[in-house]
């Protein structure tokens, strides 16, 4: 169970990160959502692992941690939000464009870079 | 008298669906509506601030639940220093906006400005990490909006970097948070203080890496080098008001540095031991002279004065870093004062731009109204370079004196002051060229003469420098008030006493709290109303 969880939460990162840095917008989201189900459930695996409990104290003596729960809860919500936020602008930036990179372009003679 | 506390985030919540729902087409009204919130926030900042400013600090606990199960919110003379900082500046970015019809290029400029203050708010006074994650978005979300807004290809291409950056320093953020809460099971800030004090130093690798990844977070978001790649192309391509909202917001990464690195992992914790000096310390002064010889070589005005901001994060950086009473209360000083140069500085380059066809520093014809912009960045550089007679020199006289004691003083001082001198050349060189050669061109023929910026943005502007000149004036005051701060940050005794002793349902659990976890079922039953 805990090498399960354990190694989903890694190979769903370095995946993650693997895809945030190709440089082109669709895998970096992919990278980005990727990396957002890692914490999610890294944050779930905070509160210990248990099976087969209830996140409500009852008479029995076994009982899930609610905390993390209602903490994943919200950062589902964010991270559901954000993604759709950032397809939406970087669907703006390459209608308009005609370019999907990250990155910032080569730099023109009559626009010199500072970075 | 304790509701007021949460004010500063109520407003802006009820005020921003307001005028979408009510004002989406009559922007007369929305500015209005703005200005009119804006003013009373600054009014409901005032007497938070006047209230803590002899040291009481203030707790409001939503729906009555005691901490460490509740959320609090938490106003001591730190939160409501930089509450009050945040509304000033707004009153001054709102008044620009509207001068230059900024808010008018695109739709919902007034609603996502109220959303972007309720989010800065609420991360100053919130005492809870978690809810210091949920403000963090909450004010990235509006951001987003913001620094988009009006289009474009190019702003939208900076906004999906910008956006990006933040999207993984959230998803940090929200590791960290899970380590904290792995190895302690509390996210109150002022509980967490208690609990990661009991820590064995050698049991606590896993402290250890929470603590760092919560720097790394917060290093993003106050844009220290290496982590500042996010800032020059935002900063540059935002609206020029969003920039110099955006002034604040490196400052609110600045204020959890100061904030988390004092109450849960002090300085003296063995646990964490050569984090601060070790890391933090030269890492800010690499973005400290960074962030100046960008300004040097930037060839862009706009690039020119993120970098700047980078530079001037990193002196408050150094400051902090220190991690001295006098050290913070010289930072404390140096961020009131770089957050108004750094927006009027943003403003001015906005003012440049009404009669140019680019930024880049060349010469080019005379701007309309040139001589009372060139004027007032005059002005603004001189306070930015720090030079003598504004708060920038009086902030840098402070943080050279705060570090005199300590070991590392001589790279302190090297990197001060070689930083101001390239500063110093890097603004002059900018001045004229955008200034003063631009005499020496000839206007194009037929070329329509720009009409000069309105004059409630030469108010805007004119008001963040008379702010910077009180800031000197009243330089005496000041840093006496931030001693006190600092002064509370090393004695946090009163903070987490008041936190976790004050009476709420639920507080007769606090004393076995430690080992009771069903007393965290309800504070699940909080954070789900709550969010």
Same mark, same amino acid.
């Given at each position: 169970?805990?090498?399960?969880?354990?190694?989903?939460?890694?190979?769903?990162?370095?995946?993650?990160?693997?895809?945030?840095?190709?440089?082109?917008?669709?895998?970096?989201?992919?990278?980005?959502?990727?990396?957002?189900?890692?914490?999610?459930?890294?944050?779930?695996?905070?509160?210990?692992?248990?099976?087969? %409990?209830?996140?409500?104290?009852?008479?029995?003596?076994?009982?899930?941690?609610?905390?993390?729960?209602?903490?994943?809860?919200? %950062?589902?919500?964010?991270?559901?939000?954000?993604?759709?936020? *950032?397809?939406?602008?970087?669907?703006? %930036?390459?209608?308009?464009?005609?370019?999907?990179? *990250?990155?910032?372009?080569?730099?023109?003679?009559?626009?010199?870079?500072?970075? | 008298?304790? +509701?007021?506390?949460?004010?500063?985030?109520?407003?802006?919540?009820?005020?921003?669906?307001?005028?979408?729902?009510?004002?989406?087409?009559?922007?007369? $009204?929305?500015?209005?509506?703005?200005?009119?919130? &804006?003013?009373?926030?600054?009014?409901?900042?005032?007497?938070?601030?006047?209230?803590?400013?002899?040291?009481?600090?203030?707790?409001?606990?939503?729906?009555?639940?005691? /901490?460490?199960?509740?959320?609090? #919110?938490?106003?001591?003379?730190?939160?409501?220093?930089?509450?009050?900082?945040?509304?000033?500046?707004?009153?001054?970015?709102?008044?620009?906006?509207?001068?230059?019809?900024?808010?008018?290029?695109?739709?919902?400029? +007034?609603?996502?400005?109220?959303?972007?203050?309720?989010?800065?708010?609420?991360?100053?006074?919130?005492?809870?990490?978690?809810?210091?994650?949920?403000?963090?978005?909450?004010?990235?979300?509006?951001?987003?909006?913001?620094?988009?807004?009006?289009?474009?290809?190019?702003?939208?291409?900076?906004?999906?970097?910008? #956006?990006?950056?933040?999207?993984? =320093?959230?998803?940090?953020?929200?590791?960290?948070?899970?380590? $904290?809460?792995?190895?302690?099971?509390?996210?109150?800030?002022?509980?967490?203080?208690?609990?990661?004090?009991?820590?064995?130093?050698?049991?606590?690798?896993?402290?250890?890496?929470?603590?760092?990844?919560?720097?790394?977070?917060?290093?993003?978001?106050?844009?220290? #080098?290496?982590?500042?790649?996010?800032?020059?192309?935002?900063?540059?391509?935002?609206?020029?008001?969003?920039?110099?909202?955006?002034?604040?917001?490196?400052?609110?990464?600045?204020?959890?540095?100061?904030?988390?690195?004092?109450? $849960?992992?002090?300085?003296?914790?063995?646990?964490?031991?050569?984090?601060?000096?070790?890391?933090?310390?030269?890492?800010?002064?690499?973005?400290?002279?960074?962030?100046?010889?960008?300004?040097?070589?930037?060839?862009?005005?706009?690039?020119?004065?993120?970098?700047?901001?980078?530079?001037?994060?990193?002196?408050?950086?150094?400051?902090?870093?220190?991690?001295?009473?006098?050290?913070?209360?010289?930072?404390?000083?140096?961020?009131?004062?770089?957050?108004?140069?750094?927006?009027?500085?943003?403003?001015?380059?906005?003012?440049?731009?009404?009669?140019?066809?680019?930024?880049?520093?060349?010469?080019?014809?005379?701007?309309?109204?040139?001589?009372?912009?060139?004027?007032?960045?005059?002005?603004?550089?001189?306070?930015?370079?720090?030079?003598?007679?504004?708060?920038?020199?009086?902030?840098?006289?402070? &943080?050279?004196?705060?570090?005199?004691?300590?070991? &590392?003083?001589?790279? #302190?001082?090297?990197?001060?002051?070689?930083?101001?001198?390239?500063?110093?050349?890097?603004?002059?060189? /900018?001045?004229?060229?955008?200034?003063?050669?631009?005499?020496?061109?000839?206007?194009?023929?037929?070329?329509?003469?720009?009409?000069?910026?309105?004059?409630?943005?030469?108010?805007?502007?004119?008001?963040?420098?008379?702010?910077?000149?009180?800031?000197?004036?009243?330089?005496?005051?000041?840093?006496?008030?931030?001693?006190?701060?600092?002064?509370?940050?090393?004695?946090?005794?009163?903070?987490?006493?008041?936190?976790?002793?004050?009476? =709420?349902?639920?507080?007769?659990?606090?004393?076995?709290?430690?080992?009771?976890?069903?007393?965290?079922?309800?504070?699940?039953?909080?954070?789900?109303?709550?969010?």
């Amino acid at each position: 169970m805990e090498l399960l969880v354990a190694s989903a939460i890694g190979i769903l990162t370095a995946a993650g990160l693997y895809l945030v840095l190709r440089l082109r917008t669709f895998p970096v989201i992919m990278g980005v959502s990727l990396l957002t189900y890692a914490v999610n459930v890294f944050l779930f695996a905070s509160g210990r692992l248990t099976v087969g %409990a209830p996140p409500i104290l009852t008479d029995a003596t076994t009982y899930t941690d609610p905390l993390p729960q209602a903490l994943v809860l919200t %950062a589902i919500v964010i991270s559901f939000g954000m993604t759709a936020v *950032v397809v939406m602008i970087s669907l703006g %930036a390459f209608l308009g464009g005609n370019d999907d990179h *990250v990155d910032d372009p080569k730099p023109e003679a009559d626009a010199g870079d500072a970075s | 008298m304790t +509701h007021w506390i949460i004010l500063p985030i109520v407003l802006p919540a009820f005020l921003a669906p307001f005028i979408v729902l009510a004002a989406r087409y009559h922007i007369g $009204i929305q500015r209005v509506i703005s200005v009119t919130g &804006i003013l009373a926030l600054i009014g409901i900042a005032a007497g938070l601030a006047w209230q803590a400013s002899d040291g009481t600090v203030s707790l409001y606990q939503l729906g009555d639940w005691a /901490a460490p199960f509740g959320i609090v #919110v938490v106003a001591d003379r730190l939160s409501t220093m930089m509450v009050l900082l945040t509304a000033v500046l707004a009153l001054f970015v709102m008044l620009y906006s509207i001068g230059s019809k900024w808010d008018d290029r695109g739709r919902h400029f +007034h609603a996502l400005f109220q959303f972007q203050l309720m989010g800065i708010m609420g991360a100053f006074l919130t005492g809870d990490l978690f809810n210091l994650f949920v403000f963090f978005e909450v004010l990235l979300i509006a951001s987003y909006g913001l620094m988009i807004h009006a289009g474009g290809t190019v702003r939208l291409r900076a906004g999906v970097q910008y #956006v990006l950056f933040n999207l993984l =320093g959230s998803t940090l953020f929200l590791f960290a948070l899970g380590s $904290i809460y792995a190895e302690t099971g509390t996210l109150n800030m002022a509980d967490l203080a208690v609990r990661v004090a009991l820590f064995d130093p050698l049991q606590s690798s896993g402290i250890r890496v929470a603590a760092v990844l919560l720097l790394m977070v917060f290093a993003i978001k106050a844009a220290i #080098v290496p982590l500042h790649f996010w800032l020059p192309s935002s900063y540059a391509e935002a609206p020029a008001p969003v920039a110099a909202l955006f002034a604040i917001m490196t400052k609110v990464g600045a204020y959890a540095i100061i904030r988390v690195y004092t109450l $849960i992992f002090p300085p003296q914790l063995e646990a964490i031991s050569g984090l601060h000096g070790w890391w933090l310390m030269p890492t800010a002064l690499v973005s400290l002279v960074v962030g100046m010889v960008g300004v040097l070589a930037a060839k862009k005005l706009d690039r020119l004065v993120a970098f700047s901001v980078i530079g001037s994060m990193g002196m408050v950086m150094v400051s902090i870093s220190l991690f001295t009473p006098e050290g913070i209360a010289a930072a404390l000083y140096y961020i009131i004062h770089s957050t108004f140069a750094a927006a009027a500085l943003f403003l001015i380059t906005d003012l440049v731009r009404a009669g140019r066809a680019n930024l880049n520093l060349t010469a080019q014809a005379p701007i309309a109204g040139g001589t009372l912009t060139a004027a007032l960045f005059f002005i603004a550089a001189i306070a930015m370079a720090g030079l003598p007679p504004l708060s920038g020199f009086l902030g840098k006289l402070l &943080i050279l004196d705060a570090a005199f004691e300590s070991d &590392i003083m001589v790279w #302190v001082w090297a990197a001060v002051l070689g930083s101001s001198l390239v500063a110093v050349v890097g603004f002059s060189r /900018a001045g004229s060229t955008v200034f003063w050669k631009a005499r020496s061109v000839a206007p194009e023929d037929g070329a329509e003469i720009a009409a000069p910026p309105a004059t409630l943005s030469y108010v805007a502007v004119g008001g963040l420098i008379a702010l910077l000149a009180a800031h000197t004036v009243f330089a005496g005051p000041a840093t006496a008030y931030t001693t006190a701060i600092a002064q509370d940050l090393f004695a946090p005794n009163a903070y987490v006493t008041t936190v976790l002793d004050t009476p =709420g349902k639920l507080s007769d659990y606090q004393d076995d709290s430690h080992d009771d976890d069903a007393a965290e079922s309800d504070d699940k039953v909080e954070e789900d109303g709550g969010h």
